[in-house]
């Protein structure tokens, strides 16, 4: 496939992962985003020991390349009662991959550091019109020939109703507030990946970042709140205010300026295909939220994301001679793990959205061992051969 011409819309994790990939295949890759500077967010998300061997497929260690820190265990607690847990090493069993915390800017960062010379970034290109006849992507002034357009440009992607016009997005229900805290002020720390459902369908999430400090999350009913962000921190002082320890010592930690909320919503019913044939021998296909955003509570989009990149470079370079069929094995490869995947992030979602008596009995009522093995299947990807 030499000198064969690609365009990614958009450099987030699917993007940036997509564009190393083509690039190792010997294509000549556009990579257009539309915010000005390339940057990922002052954010702490957890990686997967699936996220984590689709990044060693791409070059970059999780732990040296991009400051990530193995969690050696993960916690759910029903308010503060122990309710199921696992070992981070049980989730990579196999080979033994870490599962890991990482801070978004630096995963951010060793994926851009990996971008091949073939890689031409445009940033500041928000893409308004793909033409699906003689391939191309651009907006109203500029225009990028392809010979495949690869859709990485987020849940709320115009794209994906060209390919998948029945999957929506849906409105969670909730909004997540996360906070960093930066090492010298981050207050206990521990190698594990603790999250605590409460009443009135909250939760409270947190982590350690190593030198990077410490993050939380707190998920709670509603949408985007309006007000300040010091008002904000304190709202969540209040909602929060007589949790177990150590929720209160991460929000007092907290600044309001290191706070950001999201609303979060997801794709559904996951589409049923994933890419379109056009321009005579070329293709689209969607990757990342794009394709599939699912509801963030078992923390794996990200993952997700980076195995789709992967998958597509082994469809590429198993299918050479054509990319319709290249796309088409990648669609066979990954559509099964992603419904199944979207399915039971929508079941958890469900679960902790339930009325207080509900989350709560369905957690005591969950077995450990069933846990467990969810945990164990999210986790048991490996890069096709
Ligand atoms: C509250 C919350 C917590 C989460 N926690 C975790 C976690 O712990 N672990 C995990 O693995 N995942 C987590 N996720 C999910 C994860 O953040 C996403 O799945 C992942 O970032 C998706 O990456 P992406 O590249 O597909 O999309 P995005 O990160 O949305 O990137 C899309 C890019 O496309 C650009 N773009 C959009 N439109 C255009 C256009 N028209 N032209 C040009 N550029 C465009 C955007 O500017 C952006 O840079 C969480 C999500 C939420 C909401």
């Known amino acids: ?216 999350w707190a998920t709670v009913p509603g949408g985007m709140r309006p007000e300040s962000p010091q008002i904000q921190h304190e709202l969540i002082n209040r909602w929060f205010a007589d949790w177990p320890a150590p929720v209160g010592k991460y929000i007092a930690a907290t600044r309001p300026s290191e706070l950001t909320q999201q609303s979060v919503r997801y794709v559904w019913p996951v589409p049923g295909r994933l890419h379109q044939a056009a321009g005579g021998s070329g293709g689209l296909v969607l990757m990342g939220d794009a394709a599939h955003g699912v509801a963030p509570i078992l923390a794996q989009g990200g993952s997700l994301a980076l195995e789709d990149a992967v998958t597509l470079g082994w469809a590429l370079r198993r299918t050479p001679e054509s990319v319709p069929d290249a796309l088409a094995s990648y669609d066979r490869a990954r559509l099964p793990r992603l419904k199944r995947v979207a399915r039971l992030s929508r079941r958890v979602h469900t679960i902790a959205s339930g ?4 989350t709560r009995g369905l957690l005591r009522a969950v077995p450990d061992s069933w846990v467990q093995s969810q945990a164990a299947s999210l986790a048991d990807w490996q890069p096709p051969r």
């Open 355 to 358: 009325g207080r008596g509900v």
């Open 1 to 216: 496939m030499q000198n064969r011409r690609a365009v990614v819309v958009g450099a987030g994790v699917a993007g940036l992962a997509s564009a190393i990939v083509l690039s190792k295949l010997g294509w000549r890759v556009a990579l257009l985003e539309r915010r000005e500077r390339l940057k990922g967010d002052d954010l702490g998300m957890i990686l997967w020991a699936s996220g984590v061997r689709a990044l060693r497929a791409l070059g970059v260690d999780a732990t040296l390349d991009a400051a990530g820190t193995p969690v050696e265990r993960f916690e759910i607690r029903n308010e503060d009662r122990l309710s199921s847990s696992f070992g981070g090493a049980m989730l990579g069993a196999d080979d033994g991959t870490p599962s890991v915390m990482v801070h978004n800017a630096m995963l951010y960062e060793a994926l851009v550091s990996r971008l091949g010379d073939s890689v031409e970034v445009h940033p500041a290109v928000q893409v308004d019109r793909i033409d699906m006849v003689d391939l191309a992507a651009g907006d109203a002034t500029r225009r990028w020939d392809a010979d495949l357009v690869v859709a990485a440009d987020g849940i709320d992607s115009p794209t994906r109703p060209l390919v998948a016009p029945g999957s929506p997005t849906v409105d969670a229900g909730v909004v997540v507030f996360r906070g960093i805290i930066p090492a010298h002020r981050a207050p206990e720390r521990s190698a594990e990946a603790v999250e605590v459902y409460g009443p009135d369908r909250r939760r409270f999430g947190y982590g350690d970042l190593g030198h990077a400090g410490a993050c939380w």
